[in-house]
């Protein structure tokens, strides 16, 4: 019982997980993970973002306290003073009560008299013309002529130097005092009335000012234009859905021309620069409009993912900057606080726009309306839609579509502060589509290391020559032509005319560098994504090339272990169908690309280099060669190196770009000098001279262009090992170049003879990245 229980507790071999189940599970856990990581890092991200703008909204707030905790110090002296002159008053009174208390006592006069004095506070000889102004000033008041008034105060203090002094407060000072206080109340209560206007604001304003209560004064007016304001934007603001694009600018001109018209009159009555208390007042309120405009913008525009809330963006972000620019002649410095408040909302549209490009350029099945057909993008990208399934074609025009869509709205300081933004997203955007393309491609699969793209629509495979190169062809015009049209007019930078032997390099605009240097490093990253297709590409044509069905190299170290030369001294039957399956491609590429010469010498000089660097990297072809089992012949050696030299002149004849795949033959040629020589064969005695394979080389490829009935045999054998149903095109005498191409072509490298370096399509061959083996390039 107890042996049938442990048996019970084991696991039957049927239950047991295979490893690639375990492997496939870890692997999804993995990108799962992964993707969880750079969610939580985008959200960091953007609470940093806040957290900054917070700061600084903070900082600023802080800012603003401490000066008003510096003028409330300075107010709290001020009362202290007051206070101790009042205590100095009462202190006099109480003496002067004592004294006349005093002399009632000791006088002999009759009763009547002395209760007259004492009810008269004011001497005899003063008592009528005091009395009478002070009458006269209740008169004023209580008739509510504030200017009569005023005037009267004002010429008595003139009169009385006394009354404006901190000495001893007498019974008609402190009156005085009174009378004024008064008035002060009656100019407060007209300067607050809503109805009030600004020509009897201001005439108000100066009466406070007379009365030197120029802090109150100042605190109204700053008042009145931010209740006006208010008041106008609430009467604007039902009217923001109807124009979504443009209500930022309307709201942007009402908050900053009230901020300018605020400011002068604040210099014009205060003098703001003979007193900075009041013009840092100004610029605190200031500061506190912008937020608010801020905030309104952010409340009132259209969702963040679409076209509309960009555009409404970009409008404020150029019209706010431009009076922030206009305000500065006059001490206010607000475009720093508008960008610290404004950026997190502009990046957040920009990411939800891009976010929304994604899913319309990659999500056929989803439709946006909102884009407008361009006749120039379908008209150049439909000719590719004949050779390939249209879809695809679809799918490399929306995404023309969505970023020229995107590129409009941006006005020209959004580019300045936010270009680098745009151009990463739009380098973003690209990369993902190179990505869609690639997966289009023969051999792709999950093991080669590529961007999954999810709940994307899978296209048909691009399964002949034509439609992989209409693939290629799509993604290069985007690159070369389309994206470079659309930064020009965005970036409003300079055309030129880039120089070359390319027959679209004369329409292919130039971007400077000089006028945009953000451009430059985003034009290299640029390049390298498309690489990647290019290079995938080469890749499987090359892999399809060399491998049977069966999985068998028909490119093998046989051929030059068991097989004797012939005396035309022709190159091994796999490259005589290289050269052969090149010219088909070249036929292919002429139709499929025309007009695209640049991009033809890229793809067929890069399959040329690909057969080389595999051929180097293919250990198992090496292996056969270090067996010391294995006899070697020198004639073997002399074939190697023929072909070595054939393919060079393949490139070399045909006016590709030769000087990368020259050295990677070089490199191959000295590993097998180095083998040979190591199992006892001396290459100095057994090889003709170099120049002897340069000249076998060019003879072969004249023989085969000229169809001789060896070459032609040799081809046939080769092609029966081939996949049945491939057709044979024939052969194409591919251009030749003189002596002066010939000869610069040999001092440059492949780079250096595209239409270069500003070229948005400058192909780096030193930027080999591919999925199945290592270029030993760089």
Known sequence: MESSEEEDDLPSIESITPQSKIDSVHQSLTEKGIRKLCCELLDLKDAVENMCGDMRTKYLAFLRISEEAVEMEHELVELRKHISSQGILVQDLMSGLGREMDEWKRSSGDADESEEVEE?????????PKSEFLEKIDILLAEHKVDEALEAIDTEERNNPELKGAGDMSPYKSAFIERKALLEEQLLRIAKQPSVSVTELKHTLNGLIRLGKGPSAHQLLLKHYATSLHRRIEAFLPSCSTCPNTFPATLSKLVFSNISLAAKESASMFGDDDNPAYSNKVVQWAEREVEYLVRLVKENA???????????????????????????????????????????????????????????????????????????????LS???????????????????????????????????????????????????????????PGHADEDGLPELQDHTILTRAETDSEQLALLGAAFTILDELLPKSLVKVWNLEVENSGGDGGDSSSSPSLISSSAPELKEWKRHMVQAFDKLRNYFCLQFVLSFIYSREGLTRLDALIYLTETPDDLHLPSLPFQALFSKLQQLAIIAGDVLLGKEKLQKILLARLTETVIIWLSNEQEFWSAFEDESTPLQPSGLQQLILDMNFTVEIARFAGYPFKVVQNHASVVINRAINIFSSRGINPQSSLPKAEWFTEAAKSAINRLLMGSDEASEAEEEYECEVEEGEEEDGHIVLPEIDDDEHSDSLETSSLSTMDSFESFASASMADLESPSFTDSES
Do not use: W
Request: charge should be negative; glycine fraction near 2%; aromatic fraction near 10%.
């Open 383 to 441: 000719e590719f839609a004949i050779a390939s399934d249209t879809t695809m074609t679809d799918c490399s025009i929306r995404f023309m579509q969505i970023v020229q869509d995107i590129l409009e709205q941006l006005t020209h300081l959004a580019v300045l502060h936010f270009g680098e933004s745009v151009l990463a997203r739009v380098l973003q955007l690209y990369d993902k589509y190179i990505d869609f393309l690639i997966k289009a491609l």
């Open 302 to 380: 259209a969702p963040s993912e679409t076209v509309y809330a960009l555009r409404a963006a970009s409008v404020c972000l150029q019209d706010c900057l431009n009076y922030c620019k206009a305000l500065e002649p006059q001490g206010l410095i607000l475009s720093k606080l508008f960008l610290v408040l404004f950026r997190p909302y502009v990046e957040e549209v920009l990411e939800l726009n891009f976010r929304r490009a994604r899913k319309v350029v990659f999500d056929l099945n989803e439709a946006d309306e909102g884009l407008e057909s361009s006749s120039e993008f379908v008209a150049v």
């Open 120 to 128: 008269d506070p004011f001497p005899n000889e003063l008592t009528d």
